[in-house]
């Protein structure tokens, strides 16, 4: 199709130049909308369940009277129903698992009147009867759930209750009817399970226009459709011209039609009812569908949302921190008798009665909305809007009903408000043909070797990882054995290890690909690399370590030494060991040093460092006195700590002692001094 008539010139893109609104598009893509073919997206699991396989394994003997099953029936149990929906619900119910316990039992099903008796104890476990064709049947017992699952309630059941109940009524009834017997050979595995949803139904429902180029696709939300309009898949280009709307101009203020003024046209025209609930937050918002149009200052129109009405409530109901409504809390621990929790409740009914008020003011509009997004969280929210109470608006049961096909924040009047528009706007997207066709071939190339698994008895399974073996086990754990001694500076410990295990001085740690082993790979280099002069000395005069080998980068254990008192633990060693037992200059080692010169340079170093201390402590006291007793003072008033006084508050020593201990041996500590406080506080008594 050619360029849209009238601007033969325009370039493709003009029209995306705005937004475009569902219910207002330009008459140019309206002309040329056509459906987006299946055949050019990925392959979607449909979301309308199919009837369980049960039912389709024994249609071939349990067959209604007359030549043909209609498709609205149930072969198994022997009734028809006049839609699918009822034959749906027929499926999940106990009455259709109970028959097909019995036909795996190779027994005959039990009619509803049947049922209906045994459930209510008129007719004893394990007794025989004729059902409505004539057939012999036998009661049977049972040990579980008859629908197969291990909850027969409804979501809405199991929110309304605090408490889990994990089995039906009408299996308690059984088990105190029936003598269950231990040793069943019920086989669970033919129990009707609840079938997984697949990927459903997309939420965008996508339009191709010869205007706009090949690859570029638009998306409408499937949301805004109603449930007739979404029956039939062909019918949606007719569908959305229907919905469009001509532009509205701008309304006067809305008046009261209660004196016989009428309301603008905008009041009257389509629209829908937003609303969302959560933490104590509730927003509401009646939309018109028809675009305001109004003009812009620098000239040109406009188009604008019309809202009709609004509101928005907050109260405290959210625990702070903790988190979660009040009334949870109680369900699940009791009532708090805190001023907090009571206000949370008062604040919770005080919701409540403004939010439901709200919607009876509102019920005209919301009788006439087209369409009703809702978001409640919480089965307490959802009590709120659907109840049941007097004068309940909202009905869970409402087709018009729907939830917000994405992410939403925070219950607002701006976040309604951007949720109207999400809804109400085209998606436009880039779609790359090729990529989507090579991404379908993968699935299908996927699902038929999972096909072809299953076929030959073999489950697929991720791959594992090479199994240790038992060397390498204990070289791993050699390895984080000296590695923590040496950490710690355990010098005989270190030794001891090395001896009872048969391991050598220079044993390489594992795994050597890490970068702590790459640079530390002996522990010899981990001594020198954590200043640990005692290991260092033991392990290279009594071990004999080599003090030659190299790390990854190519440096001796001398080389990564961190201070001096390690290093001369090197030259001590080439003293006590003699030149002749390594080549020291390889090692990088200088010269040798006796013990007891590397003792005084120690001492001597200690003792210079403790001089200078004294004199700078000296030099702080004679500032303090040389300032006077005021500054001293003002300073103590200000919270500060006077320069030069080495006293600790007994914070700051138990700050200390519980320095490096564990949460729980800080609790064990805290205790232990309490005790002893208690203790202290009788003997005075």
Partial sequence: MSTAPGNPQAPEDAFLKRPLYVFDLPPEILLTLQAKAASSSLPITNLEPTPPKEDEQFSSTEQLKGDSVPSTSCALCGLAFPNVLEQRSHIKSDLHGYNLKQKLRGLAPVTDAHFEKLVGGKIPIGSSGVNAKGIMLTIIELDESISGSDSSVSDDDEDDHPVNNKSS?????????????????????????????????????????????????????????????????????????????????????????????????????????????????????????????????????????????????????????????????DSAKGAAHSAGASIRRYNEAALVTEIRQLLAEW?????????????????????????????????????????????????????????????????????????????????????????????????PSTPSQPKVSKEEEATLLHTSQLQALIRRSKAPAVLSYLHSNSLSPNFLFQPVDTQQNYHAPTPLHLAASVNSPAVILALLTKAEANPCSTNGDGKTAFDIAGDRSTRDAFRVARHELGEAKWDWNAAHVPDSLSKADADKREERDRNEAEKKESERRTAEMVRLKREGPSDAASTGKKGGKPLGVGEKTGAEKREEEARGMTPEMRMRLERERRARAAEERMKRM
């Fill in 169 to 329: 009524t009408l299996s308690t009834l059984l088990r105190k009817q029936a003598n269950i017997s231990t040793n069943t050979n019920l086989n669970d595995d033919f129990t009707p399970k609840k079938r997984k949803r697949g990927a459903g139904k997309p939420p965008l429902i996508r339009f191709t226009t010869s205007v706009l180029p090949s690859n570029t696709s638009l998306g409408i939300y499937r949301a805004i459709f109603t449930d007739e309009e979404q029956e039939d898949t062909t019918q949606f280009v007719q569908i959305v011209r229907k919905k469009q709307l001509a532009p509205a101009a701008a309304p006067s203020a809305p008046v009261d039609g209660s004196n016989g003024v009428p309301l603008p046209r905008t009041m009257t025209s389509p629209h829908i009812f937003l609303c969302m609930v959560g933490g104590g937050h509730f927003a509401g918002m009646i939309v018109s569908l028809a675009p305001k149009l109004s003009r812009k200052a620098a000239g040109g129109d406009e188009r604008q949302a019309t809202v009709l009405a609004h509101k928005t409530f907050h109260r405290y109901t959210t625990r702070r921190k903790q988190g979660g409504a009040q009334s949870a809390n």
């Fill in 363 to 459: 019920k005209s509009l919301i009788q006439d909305s087209q369409l009703l997004f809702v978001r409640a969280t919480g089965s307490g929210n959802r009590r709120t809007l659907f109840g049941p109470y007097d004068g309940q608006v909202l009905r869970q049961n409402d087709p018009r009903l729907r939830g917000f096909p994405f992410s939403t924040r925070r219950a607002t009047q701006a976040e309604l408000m951007r949720a109207f528009v999400e809804l109400t706007r085209v998606k436009v997207s880039q779609i790359d043909e090729a990529a989507l066709a090579a991404a379908a071939a993968a699935t299908q190339a996927t699902a038929e070797r999972a096909a072809a698994s299953t076929k030959q008895g073999s489950i």
